[in-house]
């Protein structure tokens, strides 16, 4: 007879979880007409990813005029019911918010909403987007390119302090986090607050590949964040990834044989293919799928999401 905690490994082993982030706060409305900036088009696009295979949904909010990250509750109120009366995906609530936010800023929604994940960033870095001013060079809206110019000067903060605020406003709320780690250093802070019982096992990790001020997108990269994250958690934790602009597929083509799960969205990457916009968040979790699936391996549903990461469950949320 197979244990709870037999079945339970049965089900990692076996199922890839898809997340899929649909907006961020990183592209901006200059750079793709696809980008979902509104509450309607950030509805229609986590509905048609969710459709498309996404267990977990990764909401950012914007100001529906000038597309500029937007962290205010009142931002998120405008969708989050509405995506999840239509739904049974998993709705993950950024913490991470802009760079140029404090964090009292950045975790108001996730303390409001009270959502099944938030998502947790783990260090301090540098986060350079200034190269984008290279590949475009027209801009709707002042703020796009005075945003993208400041970021050679910009350090996103994420003290341990920050970091410990924002487990103490939405641990009690039940929510779990997905632990968004841009290099090596940041999974050895996850298991600094993990030591200190302030981090729940089993911990989401998401490795974050590709960015300029965090870890490279290289094969070794991502196998050197799996070996070092193996060492520190062993079972306490399930690994996803997400490779930024060019490098997305090709990251969770690797991590999905490595027997990961993986991110896919417009808010990480702009593209479908060498050159080509994707049209839809639901085109890369389409494109990702379709590598899950020729792996042989098969895509978690949101409720087998929920058992694997241990979820609370869409009946227990602020929305």
């Not at 914007?62 to 509750?73: A, I, L, M, S, V």
């Amino acid at each position: 007879m197979m244990t709870a905690d037999k079945a339970s490994a049965k089900l990692q082993s076996e199922k890839v979880i898809i997340t899929c982030a649909i907006t961020g706060a990183i592209h901006t409305p200059s750079m793709s007409p696809y980008l979902p900036i509104t509450p309607d088009q950030i509805v229609e696009e986590s509905l048609a990813a969710a459709e498309a295979g996404a267990a977990i949904i990764h909401l950012h909010a914007r100001d529906p005029e000038t597309g500029k990250p937007d962290q205010t509750p009142e931002g998120f109120e405008k969708f989050l019911s509405r995506i999840k009366q239509n739904t049974n995906a998993a709705l993950n609530i950024t913490t991470g918010g802009s760079p140029f936010m404090s964090v009292e800023e950045r975790v108001r929604p996730a303390a409001t909403f009270r959502p099944e994940v938030a998502s947790l960033n783990m260090g301090s870095m540098n986060f350079g987007l200034y190269p984008m001013l290279e590949r475009f060079k027209d801009f709707k809206h002042e703020w796009e390119r005075e945003a993208l110019e400041a970021s050679r000067d910009l350090i996103f903060r994420n003290s341990f302090k920050d970091i410990e605020f924002v487990m103490k406003n939405c641990y009690g709320n039940g929510t779990r986090f997905e632990f968004e780690c841009y290099d090596i250093s940041h999974l050895y802070n996850l298991a600094h607050f993990a030591d200190r019982g302030l981090a729940k096992p089993p911990f989401f990790v998401q490795s974050v590949f590709g960015l300029l001020g965090g870890i490279g997108a290289h094969p070794e990269d991502v196998a050197h964040m799996k070996r070092t994250a193996d060492r520190l958690f062993g079972k306490d934790y399930r690994w996803s990834v997400l490779g930024a602009g060019a490098n997305q597929l090709r990251v969770a083509a690797q991590a999905a044989a490595m027997g990961g799960n993986v991110r896919v969205g417009l808010e990480d990457s702009l593209w479908a293919g060498r050159g080509r916009l994707a049209q839809s968040n639901a085109e890369q979790v389409r494109l990702v799928r379709k590598i899950i699936e020729g792996l042989g391996k098969s895509i978690a549903t949101p409720d087998e999401a929920r058992d694997i990461l241990e979820l609370k469950g869409g009946d227990q949320v602020g929305f």
